[in-house]
């Protein structure tokens, strides 16, 4: 599958509903919303009034990105906020199969964040529990950075892992994202692309969107 997910972390905070807008106008598949804690990251972004004023205008699926310490304390909020799909870190998960198995039981798609430095293998035992599990090609907290080459054999090993043990795991990336790599990573066994300022900061961000899903 090639799949598309804009970060609104790159869009216009001061006019969301025009880019929401032009969002529900594309060819993009999910809205992608990065929460951010300033304490498992070093950036605050916003939390779920935000995603709420989000989900009002929305009319793609909300692809919730917890980037917060104990997420699962949050469930129940993000639910009723709004989200389609909540993932949250391997890193900030003492008890991830519960969390995993709540976001479930609470009516959401679910999945599993894992940092650069987190290797796949630490999935053996969840991957099974999980709807999308998303890699991270930069260190998680701020949109524009350097895409890590490494994601490319992450996303293969993870690829062989889901045939084994989960086929129906959708494969996301997430960071420095563009139409350089995108087909490369499409290649790899990638299914969903976030992709912030390579959308936001195009000049013409819808077809951006269509040049990143048609990516070889
Ligand atoms: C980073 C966030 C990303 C970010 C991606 O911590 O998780 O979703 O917005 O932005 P780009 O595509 O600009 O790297
Ligand atoms: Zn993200």
Same mark, same amino acid.
């Given at each position: 599958?090639?799949? =598309?997910?804009?970060?609104?972390?790159? *869009?216009?905070?001061?006019?969301?509903?025009?880019?929401?807008?032009?969002?529900?106008?594309?060819?993009?598949?999910?809205?992608?919303? /990065?929460?951010? /804690?300033?304490?498992? #990251?070093?950036? @605050?972004?916003?939390?779920? !009034?935000?995603?709420?004023? &989000?989900? +009002?205008?929305?009319? +793609?699926?909300?692809?919730?990105?917890?980037?917060?310490?104990?997420?699962?304390?949050? &469930? $129940?909020?993000?639910?009723?906020?709004?989200? /389609? @799909?909540?993932t949250v870190?391997y890193?900030?998960?003492?008890?991830l199969?519960?969390?995993?198995?709540?976001?479930?039981?609470?009516?959401?798609?679910?999945g599993v964040v894992?940092?650069?430095?987190?290797? %796949?293998?630490?999935l053996?035992?969840t =991957?099974?529990?999980c /709807? #999308?599990v998303?890699?991270?090609? %930069?260190? !998680?907290?701020?949109?524009?950075?350097?895409? @890590?080459?490494?994601?490319?054999?992450? =996303?293969?090993?993870?690829? *062989?892992?889901?045939?084994?043990?989960?086929?129906?795991?959708? &494969?996301?990336?997430?960071?420095?994202?563009?139409?350089?790599? *995108?087909?490369?990573?499409?290649? *790899?066994? $990638?299914? =969903?692309?976030? $992709?912030?300022?390579?959308?936001?900061?195009?000049?013409?961000?819808?077809?951006? &969107?269509?040049?990143? +899903?048609?990516?070889?």
């Open positions: 599958m090639k799949m =598309v997910s804009p970060s609104l972390l790159s *869009a216009d905070f001061g006019n969301l509903q025009h880019d929401i807008e032009m969002l529900n106008n594309s060819q993009c598949d999910w809205l992608h919303v /990065d929460v951010m /804690d300033g304490i498992f #990251v070093p950036n @605050i972004s916003f939390g779920q !009034p935000i995603v709420r004023h &989000i989900k +009002k205008h929305a009319r +793609k699926p909300l692809d919730v990105h917890l980037m917060i310490m104990d997420p699962g304390r949050y &469930i $129940a909020d993000f639910k009723e906020a709004g989200a /389609d @799909i909540l870190h890193e900030a998960c003492t008890h199969d519960r969390t995993l198995n709540a976001i479930r039981d609470a009516g959401m798609k679910c894992l940092n650069p430095h987190t290797p %796949v293998a630490l053996e035992d =991957v099974q529990l /709807d #999308v998303l890699l991270m090609s %930069v260190n !998680p907290g701020f949109g524009g950075q350097k895409f @890590i080459e490494n994601t490319y054999s992450k =996303v293969q090993t993870l690829r *062989a892992l889901c045939d084994r043990k989960n086929p129906h795991c959708l &494969i996301e990336v997430d960071g420095g994202v563009n139409t350089g790599n *995108a087909g490369r990573l499409y290649k *790899a066994g $990638a299914d =969903v692309l976030v $992709a912030g300022n390579a959308v936001f900061k195009s000049e013409n961000p819808q077809q951006t &969107i269509i040049d990143l +899903k048609t990516s070889e």
